[in-house]
């Protein structure tokens, strides 16, 4: 049988975004996996030739999207798994065109992947984040001439699919990344049915001036036509965001070519793409030969955009500050096979947090993050996964280069998009012998040439590699005051330093880890050993838990109380920085790293507002009370179970709100009433010396703004005794409810206090019919886990019997109880 060939391109029009929905279908169920390489393709499909039901190795059964990391990237005990992993079903294939073609169109998967048909690999590709498609028309029909084998496989074909995430140094992104680089079928993979001819792109270039008057839209599209027709008819629609038919035209061809254009459309003011009003225009393209048709549809948006040179970011002629954040593909229990569910739900707690701006770190992510944040008005820089490890070879860089041309083709229509990303951090080495800055920056200028080459819209930027920062148009130093080096307070200084250096500035990547339910009465301590930098960028070894300078990443307690006012500083700084056009707090959602397995969850970057699994730290409302306008207030402290202090000693109560102002009550007295003032840190102003009773006390706040009132409340103990050499662990069981029970470690001293500073590492293990609920890489899915104020939970499956369950540190006795 013959190979058959993988286009490089993406073929849109084969998703199920499409019109002709129906001729596209997601492949999610009833698929084997194979943790586990085998000796060949013929091992997949045996079973079924031989008619024997034995097969080895063991199968099972999933369904997409599907890592196989799942877990073991966040697992303590065990590095991830790299290697491959085999997926196999038998599909059904019934394609209602004549002579139509019968496409695989995968999203993504890692990070090599090959496709059989039978046990005819029919194609092959590299790269584990931009998007590709297999015609297997030819393969199919070979196929079926064999009776013998259509009869044994039931009228069904065999489809196996080998994938693979080995460490290779020829290969983007470097295994020294601060990400797992996943192995799986991660995103959908689609069976598209088209006829003949149909579109492999349509790029939409709509374009409108500063004052939004005259707006302009071409339209190309790209065929896929295998068997070179000739004649064919097409008709573009465009519908504005009102559902107006705003243009209908046609267009005969009689000599088709691959890429034609086929409109030209003049639009008068139109309705213009913003964060506050993100509009979107349809754009319907169809062609049409022999009676059947396929039709592409594209949504795009009107809008103009300008770094200022020496100024800040510039959206339809007016100043719009970039408040932002970034984005891993990874949850937890799924690591990179986020179902669609889970995006939107991300995506929609990012813009509830008030963002406008994302940067997707490091990599090209998947079409359901563009297309909501075109939809939910989110601007976005999008990059290649060039970061860190040096250049490699000539494979290397051609790699980098297709990357490059896939996303930008991929991603072309998008108007969230306004930054093509060339790279990250390639100022870091030890991927290959030698590291050569000339060599860099000459493959840097390949890339951005080509970049403006395919792209002439939209601006490139990359992070972090100052010798190469006079290449592209914007750049991001590595500025991470309070963290990596120096103090918070340093920041807008060391800010304006850089920005004098660079014509267009940006600020991605900023913030600090911060471990849930871990809190602090004096958070700012470890400020005291840490000298002003001068700069703020992260520098060798700054990243560690280990040797060199004071600095907060090392020396500080990792707490929420500290992430918040670190974050605090920057947001209301930021509002007194007219020159900046932008910054984006690193990251939105904790993620795993095979490159931190110390951290008080193992292997996970901690640097989140919200963990893993979408629980909301303290920091997501520092965020809104900045940066939303639906009112809101929020008490720090709602995971904060225990405060501690002498008695009739203050503590300081903050309330997080974009309130005018806010009356708090501490057991139901009133502590009076503060007005907001973004500029008076902590808190902007609304925070109040309260006195805590020993025991319970209930705080609530009623913040209030015009007419317009929210109340928050929350209840917290007051300890008084004070605690000694921690002596025993304690646990007890917390919720029991719908075959799920949820257990609390204590940490005490000998007289039973609780030892509220504890920062010890726990384990969780469990003997019985119960599961524990584990390697989900947060503060509560971890069996492996450092304390926060002397206290750590994890949750069980009963499994409908009973079980033992154990906590142990090291040189503290261990203790049980019994579910």
């Known amino acids: 049988m013959k190979r058959i060939i993988v286009l490089p391109v993406i073929l849109f029009v084969f998703t199920i975004f499409s019109s002709n929905a129906q001729q596209s279908q997601r492949l999610n169920n009833d698929w084997e996996f194979l943790k586990s390489d085998l000796g060949g393709v013929w091992e997949a499909v045996r079973p079924v030739v031989a008619g024997s039901s034995e097969s080895v190795p063991l199968w099972t059964k999933i369904n997409l999207p599907h890592s196989f990391n799942a877990e073991d990237a966040v697992d303590p005990d065990v590095n991830y798994y790299q290697g491959a992993g085999w997926y196999r079903k038998n599909l059904k294939i019934e394609n209602p065109y004549n002579n139509g073609r019968t496409i695989l169109h995968f999203e993504g998967a890692g990070q090599k992947t090959a496709v059989y048909v039978y046990n005819t690999k029919v194609a092959e590709h590299v790269g584990g984040y931009d998007e590709w498609t297999v015609d297997i028309t030819d393969a199919v029909a070979d196929f079926k001439k064999d009776s013998a084998f259509t009869k044994r496989f039931a009228g069904k074909i065999p489809i196996a699919i080998r994938t693979d995430n080995t460490r290779d140094l020829e290969m983007m992104p470097s295994d020294l990344s601060d990400f797992n680089v996943y192995g799986g079928i991660y995103r959908y993979l689609n069976l598209v049915y088209t006829p003949s001819l149909s579109f492999d792109k349509v790029f939409a270039l709509a ?76 754009v319907e393209v169809t062609v049409e030969q022999n009676g059947e048709k396929a039709t592409h549809n594209e949504n795009v948006g009107f809008r103009n955009f300008e770094f200022v040179k020496k100024g800040p970011f510039m959206l339809n002629g007016k100043r719009l500050l970039l408040r932002g954040t970034h984005r891993h593909e990874d949850h937890a229990g799924v690591a990179a096979a986020m179902t669609e569910e889970m995006i939107r739900t991300e995506m929609q707690m990012m813009k509830d947090m008030g963002v406008n701006f994302i940067r997707l770190g490091h990599y090209q992510q998947s079409r359901i993050v563009l297309n909501l944040c075109d939809s939910l008005g989110i601007l976005v820089w999008e990059e290649i996964p060039w970061c860190r490890g040096g250049l490699g070879g000539e494979v290397y860089k051609e790699q980098g280069k297709r990357m490059l041309t896939n996303m930008i083709e991929q991603h072309y229509n998008h108007p969230s998009v306004i ?105 700012d301590d470890a400020l005291s050993k840490v000298k002003k930098a001068g700069n703020g960028d992260e520098r060798a070894g700054d990243a560690s838990l280990y040797g060199g300078g004071a600095r907060v990443s090392k020396d500080g307690d990792w707490s929420e109380s500290y992430i918040c006012n670190l974050i605090d500083w920057h947001l209301k700084e930021q509002e007194t920085m007219p020159w900046l056009s932008g910054t984006a707090y690193w990251p939105f959602k904790d993620f795993s790293t095979p490159v931190r397995p110390e951290n008080p969850v193992p292997y996970m970057n901690q640097k989140g507002v919200v963990e893993r699994d979408f629980t909301k730290k303290e920091a997501y409302y520092v965020f809104q009370s900045y940066w939303t306008n639906n009112l809101m207030a929020h008490i720090y ?183």
């Open 419 to 523: 930054i093509w990303g060339l790279g990250n951090e390639n100022d870091w080495p030890n991927d290959f012998s030698t590291f050569d800055k000339n060599e860099i920056r000459a493959y840097m200028s390949e890339l951005n040439d080509l970049s403006h080459k395919l792209d002439i819209t939209r601006k490139t930027a990359i992070r972090r590699c100052d010798f190469c920062k006079d290449i592209v148009d914007v750049y991001s130093p590595s500025i991470w005051a309070g963290w990596y080096r120096g103090i918070y307070t340093e920041y807008k200084e060391i800010s304006k330093k850089e920005f004098d250096t660079v014509d267009r500035f940006l600020h991605v990547e900023w913030g600090g880890d911060s471990h849930a339910g871990r809190h602090s009465e004096s958070p």
């Open 207 to 282: 374009e409108v001036d500063a004052a939004g008057k005259l707006g302009s839209l071409k339209i190309f599209s790209r065929f896929y036509n295998p068997k070179n027709i000739n004649n064919a008819k097409v008709n573009i629609k465009v519908t504005d965001p009102n559902g107006k038919i705003i243009s209908e035209s046609g267009k005969q061809f009689s000599d088709l070519k691959l890429q034609e254009e086929i409109a030209q459309i003049q639009v008068k003011k139109p309705i213009l793409w913003s964060p506050n009003a993100p509009n979107l225009y349809l």
């Open 637 to 819: 402290g709602h995971s904060w179970p225990v405060r501690w202090g002498n008695t009739g000693e203050t503590r300081m109560v903050k309330v997080y709100s974009n309130a005018d102002e806010a009356e708090l009550f501490v057991n139901g007295k009133s502590q009076g009433v503060k007005k907001r003032n973004s500029q008076d840190f902590p808190a902007a102003g609304l925070r109040w010396m309260v006195k805590y009773k020993e025991g319970t006390n209930t705080i609530k706040v009623i913040a209030k703004r015009g007419k317009e009132t929210v109340i928050d409340e929350i209840t917290q103990q007051y300890q008084t005794d004070k605690w000694g050499k921690p002596a025993k662990l304690v646990l007890q069981k917390t919720v029991d409810a719908d075959g799920k029970i949820t257990i609390e470690a204590k940490l005490l001293d000998a007289n039973n206090v609780l030892c509220l500073d504890a920062r010890d590492y726990v384990e969780f293990g469990l003997t019985g019919d119960g599961e524990l609920i584990d390697n989900q890489g947060t503060s509560s899915g971890s069996r492996k886990v450092q304390l926060y104020n002397g206290r750590a939970v994890i949750s069980l499956f009963t499994n409908g019997g009973k079980s033992v369950a154990t906590v142990k540190s090291v040189g503290i006795p261990t203790a049980f109880i019994n579910l």
